[in-house]
């Protein structure tokens, strides 16, 4: 008998064999019957749960491709949330209130500063941390994740000074008497994270499960965690072998810690149906919104071209190694040179690279050249129109107009023939609903409502299937997920309305009313 009978729906399901259906019945873990109304009750029999949709619309759960799950988790369980901060003042307030409820001695952590919408356009630097908590090490998180910035106590105890050199790959801000003002951005973090406490086990698993009740209240039920250290990949085996992941994970391991110059060993690769581990990740530059993607060009705001990660031959060795050993790849990257040197490493790597369909995270700031270049190997595109929304004052502060009219190109992606799995990069942004992000990538406007690359625009179906079947191509999934047909994983998210007849000013108001994973109800709005 079926566990559960959806009836009286409209079926979004991505199938193109059948792209709109009524009704769809799920058996155990996996989709029995998708179809009419009476298809469907004929092949479910009695016993089964019935759900009457009243019109509402069913959708794949959500696909959010490229996320970072513990630091999401971290914020949501022992982390100050600082995004949405206006000011110097406000982040020096929350700093010391926070400080007060901490044991004596911790390390006071914070995230989310974001200096273009802080009244004083700057970010803050470590006098600022001072004067807010002197007495113990506070180490502040850019909302990028790109960028930190520590006060005197923290530099101390790090051993961080004037004889501190910048790191390859990385850039330690200093003041005109060479001491270092905070500000540490993309592999100098090391120089200050690495003496940071680092979490438990049991502090690990608690943020992978905030982490899964937060999306699966957005109807996601298959996500990423995109750069993991051994000993947080060690806590997701652990959680999946006692059945505790509530989501579909796709896990995975870094090959280099910020601030090293040892690459970490391979682990080994598994898959089970709910963790997959065969996928490394690099970085090949910076970020965007703190101005540190590497680029052909300088910023429009600073004399800089951002900060390339490795060198070149350097990067093509480490992505050789690691497609040699029957890992696919997903590389950071998100300014033009950056793009470049990672498409030539795939290039590098031979015919087999179109079979193994490697990616490409964030793919910000691609030319035609390269959109063709991605097409002929079957590199997958993982992008975030969501940035567009709430990233874009700062794209349109620090990018040449040239490259602004351009970011994060998804129309030109789509019909160079490249698959693309649109993500929310969280906790970047602070609200990582697939809805928001489809929206964005049809209105193509920032929180302040200029138009950024509006030629960009694709359709809200299309930004569907990106974030449904897009996202199970990009894992390796789609024989199991992406799509509602008899035989996949009945994942499943029921909408208040259909994202792709509403307006787009109104898909972001669509609720999440139930969200089921494996033909388990395991969220009801």
Known sequence: MAGLVFVNGNLLTQDPERPRADALAAEGECILAVGSRAEVETAAGRGSRRVDLGGRTLVPGFNDAHAHAWKLGQLLTGVLDLRGTDSLASLQASLRGYA?????????QARGFNEAFMKEGRP????????AVADRPVVVTRVCGHALVANSRALAVAGVGAA????????VERAPDGEPTGLFYDTAMGLVSAHVPAPTEAEYEAMVRAFGRHQLERGITSSSDCGVRPELLQAYRAMDGRGDLTQRLNVMPLRRLDGATVNLALPDRSATDRLRIDTIKLFADGGLSSATAALRERYRHADTRGVPRFEAGELRELMRETHAAGWRLAVHAIGDEAIDRVLSGYESLGPEVSRRRHRIEHFALPDAEHLGRAARMGIVAVPQTVFVHSLGRNFRQYLPERLLARAYPVRGMLDAGITVALSS???VVEEDSPLLGIQAAVLRRDADGHAIAADQSIGAAEALRAYTMGGAIATGDEGNRGSLRPGKWADLA?????????????????RVDMTVVGGKIVFEG
């Open 494 to 510: 029921v909408l208040s309305a259909d994202p792709t007849a509403v307006e787009p000013e109104a898909v972001s108001a669509i």
């Open 425 to 427: 990069d969280a906790p």
């Open 164 to 171: 501190s050199a910048s790191p390859p790959g990385g850039r």
């Open 124 to 131: 803050p630097a470590r006098r600022d941390l001072d004067a």
């Open 100 to 108: 007060a409820r901490l044991p004596e001695g911790a390390w006071l």
